[in-house]
């Protein structure tokens, strides 16, 4: 077997391991972690998949994350900045302004959810 299988192998062990001892099924931890059963079951065989679900599934295991990452041979992902923080960084914008446009964003996506759009 060759390197990146053993860790694929070694990170299936792991979530398994893990779901089994909290006592969870596989439609459980999906219900807990918002990821779905078959990709649980992906995780659990082959030791692969999203780094956002590796995430879900390492918060609802309540497993360190950054430990799953380097089982599995891959970075931690970085988070992104808050909007506010970009938009100072990126803009120089004042804080009224940056309300206003979080204002603004919000209304979009109202908007968008309520499907008024055309």
């Given at each position: 077997?060759?390197?990146?299988?053993?860790?694929?192998?070694?990170?299936?062990?792991?979530?398994?391991?893990?779901?089994?001892a909290?006592?969870?099924?596989?439609?459980?931890?999906?219900?807990v972690?918002?990821v779905?059963?078959?990709?649980?079951?992906?995780?659990?065989?082959?030791?692969?998949?999203?780094?956002?679900?590796l995430?879900?599934?390492?918060?609802?295991?309540?497993?360190?994350?950054?430990?799953?990452?380097?089982q599995?041979g891959?970075?931690?992902?970085?988070?992104?900045?808050?909007?506010?923080?970009m938009?100072?960084?990126?803009?120089?914008?004042?804080?009224?302004?940056?309300?206003?446009i979080?204002?603004?964003?919000?209304?979009?996506?109202?908007?968008?959810?309520?499907?008024?759009?055309?």
């Amino acid at each position: 077997m060759n390197n990146i299988d053993d860790k694929s192998a070694r990170l299936a062990k792991t979530l398994r391991q893990a779901r089994i001892a909290s006592g969870l099924s596989a439609r459980e931890l999906q219900a807990v972690s918002g990821v779905a059963k078959s990709v649980v079951s992906r995780f659990e065989h082959e030791g692969t998949g999203s780094a956002h679900n590796l995430l879900a599934l390492a918060r609802a295991l309540e497993l360190r994350a950054s430990d799953l990452f380097s089982q599995a041979g891959r970075a931690m992902p970085t988070p992104s900045p808050s909007l506010p923080a970009m938009l100072r960084a990126e803009y120089d914008l004042p804080p009224e302004a940056i309300k206003e446009i979080q204002q603004n964003i919000k209304s979009i996506a109202r908007k968008y959810r309520a499907g008024d759009y055309d």
